[in-house]
C-alpha cells in the first residue's frame, strides 16, 4: 500500500510508491555505492524501506532525493555482469517505471583518445559516459543503441557548453563530498573513513604499455627476473605490491604534458577540475591487466574504457555508464584512486540528473519559496520547481534533444501541470510548453 503523502521541508514531498521512481543508480562497490549516497540531498528510507519490492527480488534499495530527482539506489553483491543483469532484472520488476538506469562506478581507461584532431588525454579521477557499450571477451558485440532521450542527452553532453556547465556543476558536488567526509572523519572513532580527495598528480603514473608491474632487477625474485615482456608470467606478490614497493622502473614512465601543471600535492583542490569524456565502454568480466592488450582491445572494439557490470544492465534497462578513470588498465593499476573517483563519476551522475532530469513532485505551498533547495538555481533547466507545477501532478523537464533553433539552455516541459498523471518525452500527446532561459 502506498506511504502517506509527507511535505518535506524545503517543499519536495516524498513519492507516494515505487512507480514514483523513474531513474535508479546502480553501483557495483561499496565505495561507489557511499560515493552515490554522499551526494543524496534528502533520504526517504532513513528510517526504514518504505516502499518494499516484489517477492523474489533480493535487491536492498535506498531512497532520495538527488536535487529535483527523485532518485532509487541499488549496490550490487559484487562485480560482474550477471549480477548486474539480475539486478537490474529485479529493479525493473520492483520499480517499473525506471526508464533510465545511471550505471556509476569506476573504471579502468585508455591513457589516450584518438580524435579527428588529434590525441586527448585521459587522467586518473576523469569521468568516462558510454555512448554504446561493447562486450569484448566474447565475439566483439557492440549491444544495441542507446534510446532516444539517452541519445538526446548524449548528443547535448558532447558539446561545449555542455562540458563546461557540467564539468563545473559535478565539482561542486565533489567539493560538497570533499567536505563532508573531512567533518565526519574529524574526531571519528571509526578508523577508516573514505578519503575522497584528489591523490595527486605525482600519484597518476602512466608506465609504457610493455613495461610489466614486477620486482625490479636485483630482487631475487627468479619469476619476475625472467619477465621480459606482457607474455612473462610476473610472481603472485606483484597482485599486492604497490610500484614503489616493487621498484617499478621510472625511467619506464610516459611523462605527459597535461599533468605538469597540476599539483602534486594531494591536499590540493584537484587536477584544475573534472573532465568528462564521451565514447564506447568495454563490458567483460575479467579485470583488464595489461597495457599491451589495454591497447588492442581498445584497438580492435574502439573502447576508451573497461568495466564490468554494463552490459548487464545494458540488456535489461535504458542505461548509461558513468565512471570514473581509476587506472589505466594495466598491471600497475592499484586501488589509490578509487575513492576519488568514484566520487567524480557521482557527481557528474548528479550533475546530469540536475540538468536533464526532473521528478520530484513539489508541494503547492512552496513551488518556489526555497529555490536553495534545489541542485542549480544558477544555471541550466534544472531548477524545475517554479515551472508549472501545480502542486499535484509530477513535472518532468527534458532537455528537447537540440532541436533547431532551441538554442543552448532551452527545455521542453512536457507535463499535465494539472493532473496527477505524468506526460513526458518528445513524442507526448499531452499539452507541450517551451521555456527559454537566458
Ligand atoms: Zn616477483
Ligand atoms: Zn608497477
Not at 576523469?126 to 548524449?154: E, F, H
Request: a negative charge; hydrophobic letters at 35%; one cysteine or more.
Amino acid at each position: 500500500m502506498d506511504a502517506p503523502l509527507i511535505q518535506h521541508p524545503g517543499g519536495f514531498t516524498r513519492p507516494n510508491g515505487r512507480s514514483d521512481f523513474e531513474v535508479a543508480i546502480i553501483c557495483a562497490l561499496t565505495l561507489e555505492f557511499d560515493a552515490v549516497c554522499l551526494l543524496i540531498d534528502e533520504f526517504w528510507d532513513e528510517y526504514g524501506d518504505r516502499y518494499g519490492k516484489v517477492q523474489g527480488d533480493h535487491n536492498i534499495y535506498t531512497t532520495g532525493r538527488m536535487g529535483t530527482c527523485n532518485v532509487v539506489v541499488v549496490q550490487l553483491p559484487n562485480m560482474g555482469k550477471a549480477l548486474a543483469a539480475s539486478a537490474a532484472a529485479s529493479l525493473r520488476s520492483s520499480y517499473p517505471q525506471v526508464s533510465l538506469a545511471l550505471l556509476v562506478g569506476v573504471c579502468g581507461a585508455v591513457p589516450f583518445i584518438r580524435h579527428e584532431s588529434g590525441m586527448n588525454a585521459i587522467s586518473l579521477g576523469d569521468v568516462i559516459i558510454s555512448n554504446i557499450v561493447v562486450q569484448y571477451d566474447t565475439a566483439l558485440d557492440s549491444l544495441g543503441r542507446p534510446n532516444k532521450m539517452i541519445r538526446n542527452i548524449l548528443a547535448h553532453l558532447s558539446g561545449t557548453i555542455a562540458h563546461e556547465q557540467i564539468e563545473q556543476r559535478a565539482n561542486s558536488f565533489l567539493e560538497d563530498i570533499q567536505r563532508k567526509t573531512r567533518k565526519k572523519a574529524r574526531g571519528n572513532r571509526r578508523r577508516g573513513y573514505a578519503d575522497y580527495q584528489y591523490p595527486g598528480a605525482a600519484n597518476d603514473r602512466l608506465f609504457h604499455s610493455g613495461y610489466q608491474h614486477k620486482h625490479g632487477s636485483g630482487s631475487g625474485c627468479m619469476i619476475c627476473e625472467k619477465c621480459h615482456g606482457d607474455k612473462d608470467p610476473t610472481c603472485l606478490e606483484t597482485l599486492k605490491l604497490s610500484c614503489e614497493e616493487l621498484g617499478c622502473d621510472s625511467s619506464y614512465l610516459i611523462q605527459r604534458e597535461h599533468l605538469q601543471s597540476t599539483p602534486d600535492d594531494s591536499d590540493s583542490d584537484g587536477p584544475g577540475g573534472i573532465y568528462y569524456h564521451i565514447g564506447a565502454i568495454g563490458s567483460g568480466d575479467a579485470v583488464i591487466r595489461s597495457g599491451k592488450h589495454r591497447d588492442q582491445i581498445a584497438a580492435e572494439a574502439g573502447v576508451i574504457a573497461f568495466e564490468m557490470e554494463g552490459a548487464g544492465v545494458w540488456d535489461e534497462l535504458p542505461c548509461i555508464v558513468i565512471k570514473g578513470v581509476c587506472d589505466y588498465a594495466d598491471s600497475h593499476k592499484n586501488k589509490g584512486w578509487q575513492n576519488y573517483a568514484a566520487a567524480t563519476a557521482a557527481s557528474v551522475a548528479k550533475a546530469i540528473m540536475g540538468r536533464y532530469i526532473a521528478t520530484v513532485r513539489v508541494s503547492e505551498s512552496s513551488q518556489v519559496s526555497d529555490p536553495s533547495r534545489v541542485s542549480s538555481p544558477s544555471w541550466g533547466s534544472d531548477s524545475s520547481p517554479s515551472l508549472g507545477a501545480d502542486g499535484v501532478g509530477r513535472q518532468v523537464i527534458q532537455w528537447d534533444g537540440g532541436k533547431a533553433g532551441s538554442g543552448v539552455g532551452a527545455v521542453r516541459f512536457n507535463g499535465n501541470v494539472s493532473g496527477s498523471k505524468l506526460v513526458a518525452g518528445p513524442y507526448s500527446s499531452g499539452g507541450t510548453m517551451d521555456f527559454r532561459f537566458a
